[in-house]
């Protein structure tokens, strides 16, 4: 079958109009709910109030009902006795005064003679303490216009004005349908059924059901339909009656078994197809039925973008409801950013708080990478006719965070280790409220970050051939002037990671020689890389003799997942990563990890409640029960 090409793309701004436009097809009905079940809906005609609220006169304090004016002239030199059920009357707060009374004072201001009489030495004024009716709300004035989402503290003035049920708009139900052969339900995985097939589990569906609630909508999911376009059309036809807003996942690229738009051309009407944005090019956009229908693109962040640019505003909009706008912030790219010339790019990033500046470092851009959004602080968008961000160029950043996370987080920058997590989940646990960062971009990428001020610590291993030491020769070379303290973590053992079983017999770096041994190599600048290339040198290796020498990972876990992947038979890394995958390992060396802190940043507190993490005995044991690290020394400053 011939492929597909982008008939009908458009700008992002193109789509947007069109898919508001399509809002207008979605006419919500009315129901009627209790109050108590109401919070979040939208209310679907102007509501005025039934009785007022209070609805009497009624005392504010605890104490006595008095009429002000037999109070007049009592002073603690010239008190006044009052006759209890004549002159006042005892109340609690709630309660509705006598008719004779318009004034409650305190109780702690009364003293009581005897059982009939009571002694106040201050005068009362008019309406002291007391609630007068209809001070909050009064009889048939409007409590809210139609439109209003209603909040928790609108629940009370509701029932505090005599409603019991609400009339709101119906919830907007959204058709979801996953298409895609490749794809699993999540119960037929191979991890809850060892015989399942190979394939995809599909969570798209998942996530987009999420978001349809947390937007007001019902989400009405289809199950899995394959890449047969008389099935796709099937389940459509079959599953659209009830459905205000219909969304196809997947399908709508440029595949030889893309079939959802010929389906939506033969059936509705396509208005866009292609939408300039990155993720989310593959987005479709038109009629079915007189009802909306957006094919989502399949791969993850390309789907929830494309929800969230296009459909978001479709269920908003059909709700009479704002679409909400996310806090920015001004910030400084950590480096240059290349982008495509053309398209607008939704950009994932960490964001850090250092020396009183933002800070955003780019996340992998695959669209099919959801954890680069689980792991996100923020978003830059890239406009269409820019290519890409310079360093020293103030940005603007929509946040996906509180800004008071971001200012409690310690922004970490160097090596990968897996004793990070470890470190980050413990900090978590014994401090609520700070959190660790760790930017992966090696050792030598750390000291950099120091220099040049972006980050409140960098993780290293660097070793020196010179002197036979760790780090303190590349302090001394790079970070000269900067006042620093270090703090040492672990001691580690790097080696070859393998595959099971060592199916090629590695038994050292010299099997590396080996025209049937393929290798994954770390990126230039990273401890580990710089370790490799001094063995080499030692055991008088050649480099390009190696093959996959040139293929790169920026962590550990990643050296250790193409392992056992199959894409290549060895690499160089640390001891936990291959126990983590269940891989073989043949040591080469022991090396010391360290924490570089610039003494500007070390009397920081969130700095400080890391530091005091690193030293507990909790972090020590579970780093230990990792295997591959020696803890005796971690927490001790180095000199």
């Not at 579970?622 to 971690?634: A, I, K």
Request: negative net charge.
């Amino acid at each position: 079958m011939k492929r597909n090409i982008y008939l009908k793309k458009k700008t992002l701004e193109e789509a947007k109009a069109a898919s508001l436009l399509l809002a207008n097809l979605v006419c919500l009905e009315a129901e009627r709910i209790p109050v108590a079940r109401s919070l979040g809906r939208v209310i679907a005609e102007p509501l005025f109030a039934r009785i007022s609220s209070p609805p009497f006169h009624c005392a504010a304090m605890d104490g006595i009902a008095v009429k002000a004016e037999k109070t007049y002239g009592a002073t603690e030199e010239s008190p006044k006795i009052l006759l209890i059920a004549k002159d006042t009357f005892f109340v609690n707060t709630g309660n509705p005064i006598p008719k004779e009374t318009d004034a409650v004072i305190m109780i702690e201001d009364v003293h009581l003679i005897d059982p009939e009489r009571v002694e106040i030495r201050e005068a009362a004024y008019p309406w002291q303490h007391v609630r007068s009716a209809g001070e909050d709300v009064i009889a048939t004035e409007m409590v809210f216009p139609e439109n209003h989402k209603i909040t928790a503290y609108d629940l009370g003035a509701l029932l505090a004005s005599g409603y019991q049920e609400v009339k709101v708009k119906k919830k907007p139900r959204v058709l979801i349908l996953p298409t895609g052969s490749e794809l699993l339900e999540p119960d037929e995985s191979w991890f809850s059924r060892p015989d399942a097939r190979p394939g995809v589990i599909e969570s798209n569906s998942y996530v987009l059901s999420g978001l349809i609630i947390e937007d007001g909508g019902i989400p009405i999911r289809h199950p899995i339909v394959r890449d047969d376009r008389n099935e796709i059309e099937k389940a459509l036809l079959s599953s659209c009656e009830g459905a205000d807003l219909i969304l196809i996942i997947a399908g709508s690229s440029a595949g030889s078994e893309d079939y959802t738009r010929s389906v939506i051309e033969e059936l509705g009407e396509v208005l866009i197809h292609g939408v300039s944005m990155m993720p989310g090019k593959p987005t479709l956009i038109g009629k079915f039925k007189e009802r909306p229908i957006i094919g989502i693109p399949g791969y993850p962040i390309s789907a929830i973008i494309s929800y969230e640019e296009l459909v978001r505003p479709i269920l908003k909009r059909s709700l009479h409801l704002v679409n909400p706008e996310r806090q920015k912030i001004k910030a400084f790219p950590t480096r240059k950013i290349p982008s495509k010339l053309g398209t607008e790019e939704f950009l994932r990033v960490k964001i850090g708080s250092v020396g009183g500046k933002f800070f955003v470092t780019p996340l992998p851009r695959g669209s099919g990478m959801i954890t680069s959004l689980t792991r996100a602080d923020g978003i830059v968008r890239i406009p269409t006719l820019s290519e890409g961000l310079d360093e020293n160029e103030e940005i603007e950043v929509e946040l996906l965070k509180p800004v008071q996370e971001i200012l409690n987080t310690v922004v970490m920058v160097g090596s990968h280790d897996l004793t990070l997590d470890i470190l980050a989940n413990t900090l978590g646990r014994f401090y609520p409220p700070i959190f660790l960062s760790s930017h992966h971009v090696g050792s030598l990428g750390g000291i950099l970050a120091i220099k040049n001020g972006i980050c409140h610590m960098a993780g290293v291993h660097l070793f020196d051939p010179d002197t036979g030491e760790y780090n303190f020769p590349y302090i001394r070379q790079y970070l000269k002037g900067i006042d620093l303290r270090v703090i040492h973590l672990v001691n580690r053992e790097q080696g070859l990671i393998i595959q099971q079983g060592n199916p090629k017999k590695i038994e050292g770096l010299g099997d590396l020689l080996r025209k049937d041994v393929s290798f994954i190599n770390r990126q230039k600048g990273s401890g580990t890389r710089i370790l490799l290339d001094h063995t080499l040198k030692t055991l008088s290796i050649e480099s390009d003799q190696i093959k996959g020498y040139g293929k790169e990972e920026y962590t550990h876990m990643a050296v250790a997942s193409t392992v056992a992947s199959g894409i290549a038979d060895a690499g160089l890394g640390i001891l936990s990563a291959a126990r983590a995958l269940g891989l073989e390992f043949v040591p080469v060396c022991t090396e010391s990890y360290d924490l570089i802190i610039p003494s500007v940043h070390f009397e920081d507190e969130k700095v400080q409640r890391l530091i005091e993490t690193v030293r507990s005995e909790e972090f020590k044991k579970t780093v230990l029960q990792m295997g591959g690290y020696e803890v005796s020394r971690t927490g001790e400053e180095l000199t």
